[in-house]
T-cell receptor
């Protein structure tokens, strides 16, 4: 079974600064997807960024980028130029691309990020 | 983009009654939907995988008879909490795979059993 670990229960950052959220995972699969989701106080889950395991290039979406280290099974999220609207709970998630658990998302414990003005 | 509509957003029910939560894919066909439960400031825990036209697959520890899942069409999956008790109070979220590797989530249902 896959596991996803987020070791930072809470993080805080000043507006306009950069923050990195860490995530590690464990799997024996070679083909999979990794995600970062944001859950603001409204509790709507919002996709921040997605990475396919077969792609070596790190995914980037505007101010959000990842550092994907496949051998180390690490998938950290960097938020640049933090904004007040980035305040939310962030979840790292894993999904198999095949096999019996195909399609299931496994979530980490979450990191509560607070952006201070 | 792909949208999943979840209703109701909030429901309060009396202990012993049943509550139905609906998830509807609005602009795509969802052959598979997932149901999660989330406690405050905690992660999402997968309860079951709902497949159109077949029985749902429940995760270990989830009571099949208490959490009834029906996925009768390609656009609708329902979760019924039967004989609800205060310990069933939680936030329930559905999710669907809209396309290869893409997941979209409903807005969630806050269930309070009194």
């Amino acid at each position: 079974a896959q596991t996803v670990t987020q070791s930072q229960p809470e993080m805080s950052v000043q507006e306009a600064e950069t923050v990195t959220l860490s995530c590690t995972y464990d799997t024996s699969e070679n083909n999979y997807y990794l995600f970062w989701y944001k859950q603001p106080p409204s509790r709507q889950m919002i996709l921040v960024i997605r990475q396919e395991a077969y792609k070596q290039q790190n995914a980037t979406e505007n101010r959000f980028s990842v550092n994907f280290q496949k051998a180390a099974k690490s998938f950290s999220l960097k938020i640049s130029d933090s904004q007040l609207g980035d305040t939310a709970m962030y979840f790292c998630a894993f999904a198999n691309a095949g096999g019996t658990s195909y399609g299931k998302l496994t979530f980490g414990q979450g990191t509560i990020l607070t952006v201070h003005p | 983009g792909a949208v999943v509509s979840q209703h109701p957003s909030r429901v309060i029910c009396k202990s012993g009654t049943s509550v139905k939560i609906e998830c509807r894919s609005l602009d795509f066909q969802a052959t598979t939907m997932f149901w999660y439960r989330q406690f405050p400031k905690q992660s999402l825990m997968l309860m079951a995988t709902s497949n159109e036209g077949s029985k749902a697959t429940y995760e270990q520890g989830v009571e099949k008879d208490k959490f009834l899942i029906n996925h009768a069409s390609l656009t609708l999956s329902t979760l019924t909490v039967t004989s609800a008790h205060p310990e069933d109070s939680s936030f329930y979220i559905c999710s669907a795979r809209a396309w290869d590797s893409g997941y979209t989530f409903g807005s969630g249902t806050r269930l309070t059993v009194v």
